[in-house]
């Protein structure tokens, strides 16, 4: 019998980061007054090829999201550079901070987590949130989206001064919840820290797979389910 589940936020609960490429091109239009001959399309793919390098490190995933301003506008800079467009590089703080304020703004709740959260809660289940990030980011997704009173517990990386995939993020929330990870399941949209990295305790993983991604063949989990929405969750 489950007796908690702990949820990932972002791209699972809310949309955030994913699909980068289309927000790196609106960007670009939006700065196209001050990109001189270089084109929209070759300065886009640049920003999202070159951040796509930069996150596929798991240190730098860190960097990204604990010292997200310096990091974002030196990635910026570096990509411009690297392009062939070294005379925008001092646009890169501009950029960068429009990136972020553009990915904020449109940020929005799935339509059925809410539902899913509190068809749990009223059935008795506990509820964990464990999401990596900066707390006051975190803490501004958790509040504006309306989920602070829906969880019996925050693991928020920056607060804990850990986070996933490290193991002792579980632990600490297995503990707060008072279960123990066979009677517990994650529900994320990452391979790694949501699925790997929860099963080496003990706990079930389950992939929110919302873009109907392929297994690839090199993941170190199998997960014990996969879904493309949250209400799957509930049938």
């Known amino acids: 019998m489950i007796r908690a589940v702990l949820f990932d936020l972002d791209d699972t609960i809310i949309f955030s980061y994913a699909n980068p490429a ?61 392009a062939g467009f070294p005379h925008l590089g001092a646009l890169a703080p501009q950029i960068g901070d429009r990136y972020a304020a553009y ?35 975190q803490n501004w997704k ?30 600490e929330t297995l503990a707060a919840l008072d279960v123990s990870p066979e009677d517990a399941i994650m529900v994320g949209d990452d391979l790694v820290w949501d699925v790997l990295a929860p099963k080496r305790l003990g706990m079930k993983g389950v992939w929110c797979n919302r873009f109907e991604l392929a297994l690839p063949a090199s993941a170190e989990a199998i997960p014990d389910r996969v879904i493309t929405r949250l209400s799957e969750l509930l049938a």
């Not at 007054?33 to 490190?57: C, E, M, N, R």
């Not at 799935?110 to 509820?127: H, N, Q, T, W």
């Not at 504006?144 to 993020?169: N, T």
């Open 22 to 82: 289309p927000a790196w091109r609106a960007v670009a239009e939006e700065f196209s007054a001050h990109l001189g001959d270089a084109p929209i399309d070759a300065v886009a793919k640049a920003l999202a090829d070159s951040t796509a390098t930069f996150l596929s490190d798991d240190e730098n995933r860190r960097r990204w999201r604990l010292e997200a301003v310096a990091t974002r506008r030196a990635v910026v800079r570096d990509a411009l550079v690297n």
């Open 103 to 137: 990915r904020e703004e449109n940020m929005y709740l799935y339509p059925d987590a809410l539902e899913v959260i509190d068809s749990f809660r009223d059935r008795g289940v506990k509820l964990g949130l464990v999401t990596n990030g900066a707390t006051e980011v």
């Open 142 to 171: 958790i509040d504006s989206f309306g989920l602070r009173d829906r969880f019996d517990h925050f693991q928020v990386e920056e607060e804990a001064g850990y986070g996933k995939p490290d193991g002792r993020a579980y632990v």
